[in-house]
């Protein structure tokens, strides 16, 4: 796993206003000046109002991405330094919305991708990835078993562009945290997100810290991590302790892209929730379906993943400061 050596750094004077979405902010990337983008559009995502469990809640509306996730933002950073690298062909390893993104922006940018996939991965994911011209491989079991699968390919030295165990899409990530506080006019009070290896909760952490290093905000929102029940591993952990972990499977959940048994950043993860005041909640089946139904109602159609926010919101609104950001990551034109 690797991580950059620096903070990220958020210089107002360096915003390039008439760049599109998250290419705006490219001083915060850390890549050389004469770097050519690989973009599809990504970022400027709606933040849409709506009243709920008694207050207003801003919904980040992620599923508007490109390749219809909040993976893109991350994508086109990984696609564009593999790029820059003069790579042609890499791996990755992915539940499906990883994948699907990462295929895009592979095509994009000129390089062969190979996928590996659970095989329980949703069917329009697998034909997003193939459509795109990517090649996916389906492994049979849990997720984890196309991680290991992904790192016996690599080990013959083809090059592993796995989203989790490299850091650049983390600085896309933060674009979020950048955005909100433009579209708010301030940082959220506390931001509520699904979580499975995390990358997105760090990345915004991140962001916050960075836009409050540059006394833009005066305080980083409170976080809130949502995992499926059926796979809880950072919830089980800051509940129960260790002795929590003893219990926590890789179980069936509809939220597949959540279901991560042993998040690589996890530590990164807890901390930066820990420091922001923040909590993790776990959700439990049922609540998922009734959560995509009532988002759907208020015309957000996303994915099962993305859908534990609405329990996630239930169970803390009425105790976390206002006001309150909700991210919907995946569209919910990719499930079955």
Known sequence: ???????LRYEPRRIEAGQPGIWRYRH????????EPVSLGEGNTPLVWDQV??????????????????????????AGFLRGRGVQAALEDSSGNAGASLAAYAARAGIRLRVYIPDSAAGPKRAQIQAYGAEFVRIMGPRSNAAEAVRRAAES????????????????YATLSYELCEQLGRAPGSLIVPVGQGGLILGVYRGFQALQKASL??????LVGVQARACAPLWALTSYGQAGLAWVAEAQTLAEGIRVRHPLRGD??????????GMFVAVDEEDIIAGQAELARRGFYVEPTSAVVWSGLAQTASKIPEPIAVVLTGSGLKTN
């Open 53 to 78: 469990f008694g207050t207003l809640v801003a919904f980040k509306c992620e599923y508007l991405n490109p390749s219809g996730s909040f993976k893109d933002r991350g994508s086109a950073l990984i």
């Open 268 to 277: 990164a993860v807890i901390q930066a929730v820990s420091a922001s005041q």
């Open 157 to 172: 030295g083809e090059v592993y562009a796995s989203h989790a165990y490299l850091p650049y899409n983390l600085p896309g």
């Open 1 to 7: 796993m690797f991580d950059f050596s620096e903070p």
């Open 28 to 35: 915060t990337f850390g890549f050389p000046e004469a770097y």
């Open 217 to 222: 905000v005066e305080h980083i929102p409170l």
